[in-house]
């Protein structure tokens, strides 16, 4: 059948739902590190569509990642007892409540990402980069001076946001973040994000309009950067500025680096694989990104490719 | 259908340097046309202002009375040009197969809702691609080595794939340069074949910049030969080795050959 991607989603999806139920004997620990991966994966998934696949030099995840997580979190605090009137305040209300949160702040984050997308993409390499981290810490500073008692609470940030993030959320977007993007790839129309990333001139040359892959790139990624936010704050509870500074933004570009950029099973194992070392390293907080920055060196001299060996993804395809 | 393109007084300034100075020339549907000229004529140049990449400083390019001058590169090779380049430029992470599906993307009915949605509409659109890049593969003998990595190729498959490419565009003109480069005799003598045969099976103009005479010479109805951007002959082949300009422009590089 011909159908198999959709089913694998669906069954993602159901698998996600089933575990959400019975998560309540899932060790308290082990489903919070579980959660944060989950939150990871769909971050370097969403970067490595831009960084990896499309070839751009994204700095500024995390800023996109901040954008949905005040967008959700406005939308809970201040709408929440509106909306939950609306819809009844049981798992449906919550559930339907949490959506548009979710989708509020993946939409918020999307535009910011066409708006910055938009100029900067005729930018190359290294100066995207910049341009790309020179917005992660607008937003910073931005949102670190708003006022304490407005709706994004200045430096202190936003405190008792309801905890709506559970198994399945992270896991079915997750599953969607992960479907989404190896269906746009894995394509013919997918050819035009990798001719951009080898080669610009020739891909032009081919009839493929460059700029608009990169725009779409970019949205799609800024878009799940989003809702990966809405779920961090919704697990959390508790937002400041400081948590979507730029080193948040390295710690994506360091899963898609290791996971090997363009190869989604591999960026998810890393995502996985830097969660639970982030976990063990907690006590050493200082020495973190000296571990993380000398591993990057090191892999670009050893393993350019990333960790997994490139022939466990090669699709065979009849010849 | 095939197409005219027509260069009239095409000018084209890098600050101080002149690179194409006030060229005119025109290519009839159908014809196989060589531009000729010594090392940094500005041969390449021509190519890069027929397909957008630069615009000229002066003067006129019309594709079928199209001004061409303010469209994109790809737009211009959605109106019926491509081309291959001096230096391959192959996308160097895929197959052979997924060089020449690049460019299926500008023919696909279906964008990107279908990409995601993957109905039947998807894999109808999918299989028939595959099949058209395989019967490609297969005219040109690469049919083989289609899920290769191209970068595996030998140099002149390289080279004929990259023409291959330019023609999954389905062009009206195709501009090849200097795709002779690098070949040894025997896939010279292919290649001359080989670019006759795609003049002929699909119809198209050939606009062909190449340094070895005796592919030149061999294949071309009509030659323009350029010295310093300016257009100092145009002829058939015999008319072109007995101009005494064109003559005294080549005596004044080495020979050549390679
Ligand atoms: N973007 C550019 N900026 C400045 N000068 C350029 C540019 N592109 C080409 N030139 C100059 O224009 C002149 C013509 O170059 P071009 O590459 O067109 O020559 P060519 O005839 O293709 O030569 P070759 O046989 O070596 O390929 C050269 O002097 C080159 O340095
Ligand atoms: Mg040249």
């Known amino acids: 059948m011909n159908y198999k991607s959709q089913i694998a989603l669906v069954a993602a999806l159901a698998i996600s739902l089933g575990v959400s139920l ?65 819809f009844g305040s049981g798992a449906f209300g919550t559930g339907i409540l949490f959506l548009i949160a979710l989708l509020v702040g993946g939409l918020c984050a999307a535009i910011c990402g066409w708006a910055v997308g938009v100029p900067s993409l005729r930018l190359r390499g290294d100066y995207l980069a910049i341009v790309t981290l020179g917005f992660n810490e607008i937003i910073r500073v931005v949102l670190q001076n708003t006022s304490g008692d407005g709706p994004f609470g200045g430096a202190l940030g936003l405190k008792g946001i309801e905890q709506y993030t559970n198994f399945f959320w992270v896991f079915g977007i997750a599953a969607i973040a992960i479907y989404v993007i190896s269906a746009l790839v894995n394509s013919t129309y997918g050819r035009g994000f990798l ?33 990966a936010g809405g779920l961090y704050a919704h697990l959390r509870s508790t937002i400041s500025p400081e948590g979507f500074n730029f080193l948040k933004s390295v710690d994506v570009v360091v899963m898609v680096i290791l996971g090997g950029m363009g190869s989604t099973v591999g960026v998810i194992v890393a995502a996985i694989v830097l969660t639970v070392l982030n976990e063990t390293l907690r006590d050493f907080e200082q020495y973190r990104m000296i571990v993380f920055s000398l591993l990057l060196i090191v892999m670009m001299i050893v393993r350019p490719q990333g960790l997994l060996p490139e022939s466990m993804f090669q699709r065979r395809k009849k010849a | 259908m095939s197409a005219s393109l027509q260069l009239d007084n095409v000018t084209i300034q890098f600050g101080g340097l002149r690179a194409v100075g006030d060229l005119s020339f025109r290519i009839n549907p159908g014809e196989l046309i060589g531009l000729i000229g010594p090392n940094g004529a500005g041969k390449t140049t021509v190519f890069n202002l027929i ?48 060089n020449v599906r690049t460019a299926m993307v500008m023919h696909q009915l279906h964008g990107i809702t279908h990409a995601l949605t993957r109905g039947p509409a998807y894999h109808d659109e999918e299989a028939l691609i595959e099949k058209e890049i395989l019967d490609l593969l297969d005219i040109f003998k690469l049919r083989d080595v289609a899920h290769v990595p191209c970068k595996s190729l030998s140099y002149g498959d390289q080279r004929r794939l990259e023409i291959i490419r330019a023609l999954a565009t ?89």
Not at chain 1, 64 to 78: C, D, N, P, R
Not at chain 2, 70 to 93: D, M, V
Request: a negative charge.
């Open chain 1, 22 to 86: 019975v998560s309540g004997s899932i060790d308290d620990y082990f489903l919070d590190i579980l959660l944060n991966a989950g939150i990871n994966i769909i971050l370097a998934v969403s970067l490595n569509l831009v960084n990896g696949h499309t070839g751009q030099f994204s700095l500024g995840h995390a800023a996109f990642m901040g954008v949905g997580a005040y967008g959700a979190s406005i939308v809970t605090l201040e709408m929440g007892g509106s909306l939950m009137r609306i």
């Open chain 1, 195 to 227: 001719a951009v990333r080898d080669d610009e001139i020739a891909g032009e040359s081919m009839g493929v309009n460059t700029v608009r892959y990169k725009v779409i790139a970019f949205v799609t990624g800024a878009f799940f950067a989003g809702l």
């Open chain 2, 51 to 98: 397909t957008g990449v630069y615009h000229p400083t002066a003067g006129s390019i019309k594709f079928n009375d199209l001004s061409i001058p303010g469209h994109k590169p790809h737009q211009i090779t959605r109106l019926g040009i491509a081309r291959t380049f001096q230096n391959i430029r192959l996308f160097p992470s895929m197959s052979v197969f997924d």
């Open chain 2, 170 to 258: 389905k062009p009206k003109l195709l501009l090849l340069d200097e795709p002779a480069a690098g070949m040894n005799p025997t896939e010279k003598e292919e290649l001359m074949h080989l670019i006759r045969f795609i003049r002929d099976k699909f119809d198209i103009a050939v606009l062909l910049v190449e340094h070895d005479m005796k592919v030149v010479m061999g294949i071309c109805q009509r030659i323009v030969v350029i010295e310093y951007g300016i257009k100092i002959a145009e002829g058939t082949p015999d008319e072109i080795q007995n101009n005494p300009k064109v003559i005294e422009a080549y005596l004044g590089v080495e020979a050549e050959e390679s």
